[in-house]
């Protein structure tokens, strides 16, 4: 249990209990005089132990030899209603403890999970913690200022967001324009959680809880909101997660501090263009550029002698990563473009390494005093330039101010983009490429199928019967799956058994036009429909002459009926057959005289076995 030294609650209810006014649970008075406790200069956790200290009748377990403020042995009581007394003022002590610890951390903060990573690799948003936040009637109605740090993990990100809360807290909470906002050299960092190591730490998405309000030049009062998120690459993460979570922050906030170490390389563009990319799909197209402020962060700068620390140095290196000449490939053209179109602002700042002390002290635990005096100058320079109220960026989204009221809809609106299926899940560079690789494979045997088809069965070949043409189809099929497991290929056999299923489907599709196309070459196919109408014709015109020398007309009027549809088909067919259109009631047209075609045939079939 922590118990505050500054807690008045405490010291009000002791002086209370001094005075023998304080009344128990049962609304009795206490049966004993008050026990006289000394509260003006002693911290709280002093009055607590003197107040338990100070009953009657108490007996102690002797002690082990070890440190007895560690390892202390509960006392035990020889009257039953002394230890009840005792139960009920050490609840009371500790109810007051904790309601003033609850009241100093919603004072100053803590780190609320926003955004939760699940171990499907699913992303669930924590609108409840969110609305407290954001929908605050302070905060609510003012323009939102959303600064995130995105990267890899194990960086350093969290641990420099505390250092934000730091320059937070003084400027804007206890107005001190110095800079002491800092720190004490021997005070522990706190505030986002953080660790070293080689193990990640934070996962999904964390805003502080304790928004902070301020006004720029112009007058608008804006809320500052810090981000931290789940860092990317680690070997529990997808390409997915990364991406979604890169792109969530960069959509959401208007100064995305990406975290680099000791240099922009391209394998870091590479990074930020797919998930940016990622990001801009789930943006409606509204001709504007989709994000905001792009701020490089390359920590551990070990090239002072190259560029500077700082903005400047920044500056040098930002525009040499970023240069486009002709001699550069197209690729690497395109991809500097792409980062360029997607930030209406884009700066660097180069920061020195903290101390290799830190780095392998396992018990580091942020304090000043053991931080090079260079990084800590740094930080007095970055933290201001990205903010100090002169240097604030607004949140806008279609050029409109975002309020933080409205922040939480689109939180919502975006968050239900990604957990739907309209956006195409982002890959790594190997899955790209070995898809890409696959389909090539795919797309060059199928090629060579048609090929061999068009030699066996093609539109200058005769007609084949259906026996030999499955058979040629066999043949050319499996030449074609040869030509597919004999190029290389990335991915490995069990990646390309997905692609040679492709393969078989497109070829069975192949093979039916091919079918199609065969089946046309047949000359009395393709003249079985003129004549199973042209044999109805001339069926029904025999029939309604006998009919009607026999005095039958009611059934040679039935026959020239039935002939004068058929006649009325043919003309219609012919029509079909010449301009192409209504191919679907020829296709209708053909089946009926299949059918009456096959039905013929049944039957003579079945009259040949009778006989």
Known sequence: MVIYDDNINIKKWIRRYNNGDFKLEDNERCDRPPMKINVDERTTDEIC??????????????????????????????????????????????????????????????????????????????????????????????????????????????????????????????????????????????????????????????????????????????????MDTQGAFDSQSTVKDCATVFALSTMLSSVQIYNLSQNIQEDDLQHLQLFTEYGRLALQKSGVTPFQKLQFLVRDWSYPYEAPYGSEGGKEILNRRLEISDKQHPELQNLRMHIKSCFSEISCFLMPHPGLNIATNP??????????????????????????????????????????????????????????????????????????????????????????????????????????????????????MCIFQNKRKMGGDAFSQTYMKKLCEDMDKAFVHFKAQNESKNVFKSTRTAGVYGAIVAIMYFLSSVFAFTGLYLLANICNFIMCICILTLMLLAYIRYSGNYDTLGVVIDEVANTLWNNLNTNRSECTKVN
């Open 363 to 480: 018990r580091f635990d942020g304090r000043l005093s053991e931080i090079q005096p260079e990084f800590k100058e740094q930080l007095k320079v970055l933290i201001p330039v990205l903010l100090a109220p002169e240097n604030l960026v607004p949140k806008k989204i279609d050029g409109q101010l975002v309020k933080a009221r409205d922040l939480l809809e689109y939180f919502k609106s975006y968050m239900k983009i990604y957990k739907g299926n309209e956006l195409p899940e982002p890959k790594s560079m190997l899955v790209a490429t070995a898809e890409a690789n696959n389909l090539a494979a795919v797309t060059e045997a199928r090629e060579f199928y048609i090929r061999l088809m068009e030699d066996v069965c093609g539109s200058r070949k005769p007609y084949l019967t259906t026996a030999r043409l499955e058979a040629e189809h066999t043949r050319c099929m499996d030449k074609a």
């Open 49 to 226: 132990d003197s107040l338990l200290e100070q009953h009657e009748n108490v007996k102690k377990v002797p002690m082990t030899t070890l440190d007895e403020n560690v390892n202390r042995v509960p006392r035990v009581y020889t009257n039953e209603r002394e230890e009840e007394d005792r139960s009920g003022w050490q609840e009371k002590i500790e109810r007051l403890s904790m309601d003033s610890q609850d009241k100093k951390i919603s004072d100053v903060g803590q780190p609320v999970q926003i955004v939760l990573a699940h171990p499907d690799h699913s992303f669930e948003l924590n609108e409840e913690a969110l609305s407290k936040i954001l929908l605050d009637d302070d905060i609510k109605n003012r323009s939102v200022v959303v600064v995130s740090v995105a990267g890899a993990f194990r960086k350093g990100k969290s641990f420099l967001l505390d250092f934000f809360l730091r320059y937070m807290n003084s400027q804007y909470n206890n107005n001190n324009q110095t800079d002491s906002w800092l720190g004490k050299d021997d005070e522990p960092l706190s505030g986002f959680s953080w660790k070293g190591g080689s193990e990640r730490d934070t996962t999904g998405i964390l805003m502080w809880s304790k928004v902070f309000c301020g006004t720029l030049p112009d007058g608008e009062k804006v809320a500052v909101i810090l």
